[in-house]
């Protein structure tokens, strides 16, 4: 039995979306991510303007009077969210947690696919798989996504992000779109995510926080590690050590962008303290002018 504020939160994570599937992303996501190819959709006349390599020369000499093979995009994609659940995800500096973000741009990522008429998949890992849900359409398939991601409570508290990865490799028959949504606080993962990359169609999107590089200077405070327990105390008034830890932070964060631009990676860097449409647009524009 799912709790009623369970149910009371997808329903609001439902209408909330739906607004900006409708308003804000109508069009942007059929626009930038493509069918499969192109299909035979029917056979009519000839008309003015029409490109003559399109015409199906059988029918033009059986009626003898031009026809034209007309073809569509072939639209159905499969797409598959894949969503990081360790314990690194339960922070936030302001109103809601990185977790809680991700599952918001989940859902909206899965309305606008079913309102394309795409399926929508789930894969939710840890440093395993903890949780794998095929791919279907329909309203009722996404709002169990998003149960799930509101719900679901997963066995281990750490990361291992290749596990996830490797798991699509293996499953994944059919070429798809991959929305891979984590912190990426994992080391080791690069190579499994630039085969992923080949095969399919992979945007990765970064949760991050600016606290967690920002340290405030209250004194000292024990630090703990949310995935393995380990506890440090720190003085955050020794501004060598802030700096030095800030700069750790920041080129970690640097070198995954380099390395994802390198692999052709798209990548979208969503600060859980802001709104996450901006970055979301923006990115939908600049697939948009890449493919047109």
Not at 71 to 83: A, I, S
Not at 118 to 140: A, Q
Not at 198 to 223: F, N, Y
């Amino acid at each position: 039995m799912i709790p009623k504020e369970i149910l009371k939160k997808v329903r609001y994570i439902e209408l909330h979306t739906r607004h900006l599937v409708n308003d804000v992303f109508s069009g942007e996501y059929h626009s930038v991510f493509k069918g499969q190819g192109m299909e035979f959709a029917e056979v009519r006349e000839y008309q003015y303007g029409d490109d003559i390599r399109t015409i199906d020369w059988n029918v033009t000499a059986r009626y003898n009077h031009p026809f034209v093979k007309i073809h569509e995009e072939e639209r159905e994609l499969n797409v598959m969210l894949v969503v990081d659940a360790s314990k690194s995800g339960a922070f936030g500096s302001k109103e809601k947690f990185k977790s809680e973000i991700a599952t918001e741009i989940c859902a909206l990522l899965a309305f606008s696919a079913i309102k394309n008429n795409d399926k929508v998949g789930l894969l939710i890992f840890t440093d395993k798989v903890e949780k794998y849900i095929p791919s279907h359409k329909g309203r009722g398939h996404v709002l169990r996504v998003i149960r799930e991601l509101l719900y679901f409570k997963p066995e281990s508290i750490q990361t291992n992000i290749s596990n996830g990865l490797e798991y699509l490799l293996k499953g994944l028959k059919r070429r798809s779109i991959v929305f891979v949504v984590s912190d990426f606080d994992d080391d080791d993962f690069m190579k499994p995510l630039r085969v992923l990359n080949q095969k399919h169609d992979v945007v990765a999107i970064q949760m991050l926080d600016k606290r967690e590089q920002e340290l405030p200077p209250v004194g000292l405070i024990k630090m703990r590690d949310a995935e393995t327990g380990e506890d440090i105390w720190v003085n955050t008034l020794d501004r060598n050590f802030t700096k030095l830890y800030s700069e750790y932070i920041e080129d970690k964060r640097r070198k995954f962008s380099k390395e994802a631009k390198t692999m052709n990676l798209d990548l979208v860097q969503i600060d859980a303290g802001e709104s996450y449409v901006e970055p979301l647009v923006k990115f939908f524009k600049m697939r948009e002018r890449r493919y047109r």
